[in-house]
């Protein structure tokens, strides 16, 4: 095995250049990530083999100069030393690869064998996040609304101010895990992390704990808060508030508070955006000869709307500035007005007699008279 190849480097590389290697190396084989996979697990051991070499300039020369030969004795007392000019042990076993090991590590837990641990540790300590579900009428969202909400939940201890110590005592540092809350061993080939046993991994050791909240820093009371749903809010819209969540144990940082608003269906109204469209009647004798009729606005006033001469059924009527609130801002969108001709229903005799003149003076029907001259060109291409 040559350790330049393993490692995907040359002679000339760098020091970071060989360690940026290793680093992507050891995750992509590390044994944690493909376990049962024998393969996997000897390409790790090689590449730590070859980096616990690279890495030291000693052992690199040594490499270098007599290549495998410089180890043939690694177990015993033949290991080259060129400072001695002879040869002398070398740990080569991979329990005392613990360097390599932490330096991986750093890419795992996102620091060294102390600060990685420390940032699980706060995180840990971080109070839950809380949800409530807002349901809302149309109106409500148009106009904005505030919810009064109580909630069962962890608020700060004002006894101990949050330490979980008697007094308000700042809590001591663990000694055994240096306040990460975890203790890191190199067990054979790989790294082993548990809790810490002295101070159950809240990194901290309290002596007298507070008597309200028992050590926790925290109590459970009923809270609450006033929420804001802004004007024009738009349905299944997220509101998150910070720090308006589960207080942290011990001084940790409070969660948030997350509302999930949902609008109800109306009974008149559908929205589309920032749009309001409304289905409104239109009566056969006003949609042809023309008129003005009042149809009901989303803010719960009437708007008068012309209706022009010829209007047919599933025609769209604006009505500029009548529809939902914007949000942050004092404007508004717009309404649409769908117009729905009715035919009659319940005709006397007398009316359905002057129908049936008027249809046979052979009035305009724009619609269909297009239609039927389509449908005449069709036949004719048969």
Request: glycine share 12%.
């Amino acid at each position: 095995m040559d350790y330049y190849q393993t490692l995907g480097v040359t002679k000339s590389s760098s020091d970071d250049e060989i360690k940026k290697a290793y680093r992507k190396l050891a995750m992509k084989y590390h044994p944690d990530r493909n376990k049962g996979d024998k393969e996997a697990e000897a390409k790790f051991k090689d590449i730590n083999e070859a980096y616990e070499t690279l890495k030291d300039p000693q052992k690199k020369a040594a490499y270098d100069r007599y290549g495998h030969d410089a180890y043939k004795n690694a177990a015993g007392s033949g290991g080259f030393n060129p400072n001695a000019g002879g040869f002398q042990d070398f740990n080569f076993n991979f329990g005392g690869g613990a360097s390599a090991f932490s330096e991986i590590f750093e890419d795992f837990f996102g620091g060294g064998m102390g600060s990685a641990g420390g940032h699980a540790h706060r995180e840990e300590m971080r109070g839950s996040d809380l949800r409530y579900d807002a349901s809302i009428t149309l109106e409500e969202a148009f106009r904005g609304k505030e919810i009064e909400l109580k909630l069962r939940t962890h608020v700060k201890c004002e006894d101990c101010k949050g330490t979980g110590s008697e007094g308000g005592a700042k809590p001591k540092v663990c000694p055994s895990c240096k306040g990460t809350g975890h203790m890191r061993f190199a067990q054979g080939f790989f790294m082993v992390e548990r809790t810490c046993s002295a101070c159950n991994g809240t990194g901290h050791i309290i002596e007298n704990s507070c008597k309200k909240c028992r050590g926790a820093g925290r109590v459970n009371v009923t809270r609450t808060i006033k929420i804001n749903i802004p004007a024009g809010i738009n349905d299944n819209a997220k509101i998150r508030l910070s720090g308006e969540g589960e207080a942290g144990i011990r001084g940790g940082r409070s969660g948030d508070l997350y509302i999930f608003v949902t609008i109800k269906p109306h009974k008149l109204f559908a929205r589309e955006g920032n749009a309001i469209h409304c289905d409104v009647p239109v009566s056969l004798v006003t949609a042809a000869l023309g008129g003005e009729i009042e149809v009901p606005t989303i803010e719960g006033k009437k708007a008068v709307i012309k209706i022009p001469v010829g209007t047919q059924s599933g025609q769209v009527l604006k009505l500029k500035g009548k529809g939902m609130s914007i949000v942050r801002s004092s404007l508004r969108g717009d309404m649409f007005v769908h117009v729905n001709v009715e035919t009659p229903v319940n005709l006397t005799e007398k009316q359905k007699e002057l129908l049936r003149e008027f249809d046979n003076d052979h009035q305009s029907h724009p619609k269909s008279e297009g239609f039927f001259a389509k449908v005449k060109e069709f036949w004719q291409e048969l």
